[in-house]
């Protein structure tokens, strides 16, 4: 089974980092398509930020409920930002007062909290060992 983690890994490797072009039996290499800057999380783990953009995609979703149409006139685009400025400023201050950050789910932060441990201990690990350790701690 390892054996064809390897194949898998460094088919990756070869085909999506490192976009090897075979001409005439020789081997070029040229700039990867999706360099591993844009899609790896290791530095935002690393740094502790959110490896994923679900709040972000949260906030587009609920402004497409509140707009609730594709072809929406200047006015409600405008009425609709003063709302959202205003749902945005009242948490901001609320936190500026000292007050708790919103609650998160307990078993998100579990998660995470293994994530990291995974992470900090990476040197401890092999390679297929500490890929394992990050897979069962992600859910698709």
């Known amino acids: ?6 194949i898998y890994l460094d088919y990756i ?3 999506i980092i ?3 072009i075979l001409r005439n039996g ?6 990867p398509l999706f360099p591993p800057n844009l899609w ?5 783990i690393e740094n502790n930020y959110p490896r994923t953009q679900n709040i972000v995609e949260g ?4 402004w497409n409920a509140l707009i609730g149409k594709q072809h929406v006139g200047i006015y409600t685009i405008i009425a ?10 009242l948490p901001a201050e609320s936190i500026l007062h ?8 307990k078993h998100l932060i579990d998660c995470e909290n293994r994530i990291l441990t995974v992470f900090n201990n990476r040197n401890d690990y092999t390679l297929i060992d500490y890929l394992r350790g990050i897979s069962h701690n992600i859910s698709l």
């Open 1 to 6: 089974m390892y054996h064809f983690i390897r």
């Open 59 to 62: 906030w587009h979703q609920r």
């Open 18 to 20: 490192l976009r090897r």
């Open 40 to 44: 790896s999380v290791y530095d935002l």
């Open 13 to 15: 490797i070869i085909i």
């Open 80 to 89: 609709e930002m003063h709302k959202e400025q205003h749902q945005t400023y």
């Open 26 to 31: 020789s081997e070029q290499r040229s700039p």
């Open 98 to 105: 000292g007050e708790p950050l919103p609650y998160k789910r």
